[in-house]
């Protein structure tokens, strides 16, 4: 099976532009969570999606908004950006249960100038 | 607030050695505990789960310990190899919707010298 991917890997921004990151979940796995990891904050949850509803997130600000569609893959937007919103943004993707593994993709680095 | 501690600086072994990694948290009761491993530039990989019902799980040379009496896991590398080397994070479900909501730890970074 086809691992996480995400698109594109890396992006270079400038402050106030907006910008849309795109995962696609392994075959069959129908929840999708996105991550945010910076070098002074560690990797911290944004939200999950499953059967196109979000059912949990995380305390950013509205910002930072997503979506999934029907085939499961799922994009992250992040409106009006601030040069901290530099990070390694990450998708993971699971079957439905509890205590499923996420399994990761490879990221998206983004750049804020 | 949760928190999730891990040991903050490198931790730096010779290979053949034994690693001990640990995590610590507050504040919470997590029904199980799930260990990742990060090499630069890439996503973290699943390596071990364990919940809060057990107090060891082993997969070949990992081992991890689980005392929800202290709030604590350790995570062991035994017989390590230079390719162990890399970040190790701890991650706990959070998630009071009944829904998964992991939390990582910052990480540990572990480096195998041979």
């Known amino acids: 099976k086809a691992g996480v991917t995400q698109t594109p890997r890396y992006l270079i921004k400038t402050r106030g532009q907006q910008v849309t990151l795109s995962c696609s979940p392994i075959?069959?796995?129908?929840?999708v969570s996105w991550y945010q990891q910076t070098p002074g904050q560690g990797l911290q949850f944004l939200f999950e999606?499953?059967?196109?509803?979000?059912?949990n997130k995380g305390n950013f600000p509205g910002r930072f908004s997503g979506r999934q569609f029907s085939n499961s893959r799922s994009e992250m937007n992040v409106s009006t950006l601030e040069l901290g919103d530099s990070a390694l943004y990450l998708c993971?993707?699971?079957?439905?249960?509890?205590?499923?593994?996420?399994?990761f993709g490879p990221g998206t680095r983004l750049t804020v100038l | 607030s949760q928190k999730i501690e891990q040991n903050s600086e490198a931790l730096n072994i010779q290979e053949g050695k034994t690693a001990t990694l640990t995590c610590n948290y507050t504040?919470?009761?997590?029904?199980?505990l799930q260990w990742y491993r990060q090499d630069p530039g890439r996503g973290p990989v699943f390596l071990l789960l364990?919940?809060?019902?057990?107090k060891e799980k082993r997969k070949e040379r990992l081992k991890v310990t689980f005392d929800t009496t202290l709030k604590q896991s350790l995570f062991h590398i035994t017989a390590s190899q230079p390719a162990d080397s890399a970040t190790y994070l701890c991650?706990?479900?959070?998630?009071?919707?009944?829904?998964?909501?992991?939390?990582f730890g910052t990480g540990t970074r572990l480096l195998v010298s041979p």
């Open positions: 999606y499953f059967s196109e509803t979000q059912r």
């Open positions: 504040n919470y009761s997590p029904a199980y």
């Open positions: 991650a706990l479900d959070m998630g009071n919707t009944g829904f998964q909501k992991l939390v």
């Open positions: 993971a993707s699971r079957l439905e249960g509890a205590a499923d593994t996420q399994y």
């Open positions: 364990i919940r809060e019902n057990e």
């Open positions: 075959s069959g796995h129908r929840s």
